[in-house]
């Protein structure tokens, strides 16, 4: 389906977008740019595990930040895969080994809820 495709993109092209406006201390378009990047997985999530089998093929994007937002999100669905995406960012330090640790530490505590259908 194209249009997965294209959700697919726009996640990812938003979540890059985040990341750099933090990186350069914007967080007003950081939060835009996440605002666009949840409203393209609930997008997906309106097609339910077909469109979660689109995000998961961000797994292997050569982004870390990329790769673990997907996993954050599909930690429910693809529970496995998305634990070690996150366990492998979270080996290292600054924001997005920080924000892996955080979504596992959650998914542990069972207070984890960012697609809980």
Do not use: C
């Not at 990186?23 to 999530?45: I, P, S, V």
């Amino acid at each position: 389906m194209a249009e997965l495709g294209e959700l697919v993109g726009e996640f990812a092209h938003h979540t890059v977008a985040q990341t750099e406006a933090i990186m350069r201390g914007d967080a007003r378009t950081g939060n835009k740019h996440a605002d666009k990047a949840l409203a393209a997985f609930d997008r997906l999530r309106s097609h339910g595990d077909v469109g979660r089998d689109a995000l998961a093929t961000l797994f292997a994007h050569s982004r870390m930040d990329v790769r673990t937002a997907a996993a954050a999100l599909l930690l429910r669905y693809k529970t496995v895969e998305s634990k070690a995406v996150l366990q492998e960012a979270a080996k290292g330090e600054g924001l997005i080994p920080f924000e892996a640790q955080e979504a596992l530490k959650r998914w542990e505590e069972g207070t984890w809820a960012l697609d809980p259908e």
